[in-house]
């Protein structure tokens, strides 16, 4: 039956184009992946791998009991997500937290997809709209789509503005750390207890830091760029600066959870750095996103206690998002309403997040195969993380103040209101905090356990 069916075309090797390339063909349909590096090069991308990562390497917190991106990665784990079973393979130490090896990740999802004998890779870019001929297309160009098919986009969707600014964290060599300053330990003691490089600051030294970013030399942004805004989970930290002193102190550089061994004082503010590879040589200071110039930021960053002698493996930048407002334009199957023979998968849909963007890609692929093969697909339910995510951005968002959005419980449908006692009359204290957030978990995994069962 392969033969017959013609192929799905997946525009883009990103995280969501290689997992809606995966699904599709593991439901036995042809698929060919288009993308345009090495050809045209991104403002962004280091390499021309598959699923390079261009942020942080972290997939966040995988925590599925009471985390609605951990529940999101087990519901891709047991819907066999080549994103997530690959960045298991290729892990490297992050506390609570899923990080990857960004290079090693990259190559064994590129030699997934190009061993599978129903894919096809093909480097070249598609500028403008797909071919006609091409009756099952899946766009996953992700936050750095080419201007061709972004303005032929925008003539389809008659949108104006498909944008926002996401920010890169430097990345610092290990051995150029001052472990007599810094230490290990992860906030809390979580995962081994010693996930995370922290680097103490007293009060003089964070005000300091503070004033240095807000005075350095920042980027310039072009005249389109200029009223593009900063996607709220990844905003550069002198622009949370901006937003108050103690801004940043309150958000990653918060100095809770953690003892400093070499000085008896609790720290007015810390600053983290994650694992950023398997050999433990690389590490990206957390939540340290920035649109300094380049100079500046080596200037600033040596100010950390601890980092006086760092030297960066790659320094912080900013890259331009693409996403489209598919709660007006997309149906319920990611499709296109003005153009249905073409879907969008990823972060163009308005989902943030690798592991967002990956499910959404996952679903697209599902949704692809299941019409390639005349079947009717079947959503997750709203109670899982995917159906949550798939209602909020076909539907559920508010079309005039959408945004791009991480996974959140406040996605999922309320949990039911319990019945009074009936000798009592009192009604039951509603669960609150962590254990309302292992309800819903529960709830959500349960679910996708059942629809995995239903339709495979």
Partial sequence: MTEELKPIHVIGGGM??????WQAAEQGVPVIIHEMRPHRKTDAHQTEGLAELVCSNSFRSDDATGNAVGVLHEEMRRLHSIILTTGDETSVPAGGALAVDRDQFSAAVEAKINAHPLITLQRE??????????????????????????????????????????????????????MDKAWFQSRYDKGDGKDYINCPLDEDQYNALIAAMLAAEKMEFKEWEANTPYFEGCMPIEVMAERGHDTPRF????????????????????VQLRQD?????????????????????????????GLEDASFARLGGMHRNTFIRSPKLLDHELRLKAMP??????????????????????????????QQKGETFTSPPLETAHGALLAHITGGANIDT??????????????????PDPKTGRKPRRPKGRDRKAIYAERALNAIDAYIKAYG
């Fill in 16 to 21: 969501a184009g290689c997992e809606a390339a």
């Fill in 125 to 178: 870019e598609i500028k403008g709209l797909p071919p006609e001929d091409w009756d099952n297309v899946i766009i996953a160009t992700g936050p750095l789509t080419s201007p061709d098919l972004s303005e032929a986009i925008k003539s389809v969707t008659e949108e104006d503005d498909l944008a926002f600014f996401d920010a890169i964290a430097p990345i610092v060599h290990k051995d150029s750390i001052n």
């Fill in 251 to 270: 958000g990653p550089m918060k100095p809770v959870g953690l003892t400093n061994p070499h000085k008896d004082e609790r720290p007015h503010a810390v």
């Fill in 277 to 305: 590879n398997a050999l433990g040589t690389l590490y990206n200071i957390v939540g340290f996103q920035t649109k300094m110039r380049y100079g500046p930021q080596v200037e600033v960053f040596r100010m950390i206690p």
């Fill in 341 to 370: 023979r073409i879907r969008f998968a990823g972060q163009m849909t308005g989902v943030e997040g690798y592991v967002e963007s990956a499910a959404m890609g996952l679903m697209a692929g599902r949704m692809a195969a299941a």
């Fill in 402 to 419: 959408f945004q791009p959005m991480n996974v959140n419980f406040g996605l999922f449908p309320e949990l039911p209101v319990a019945e």
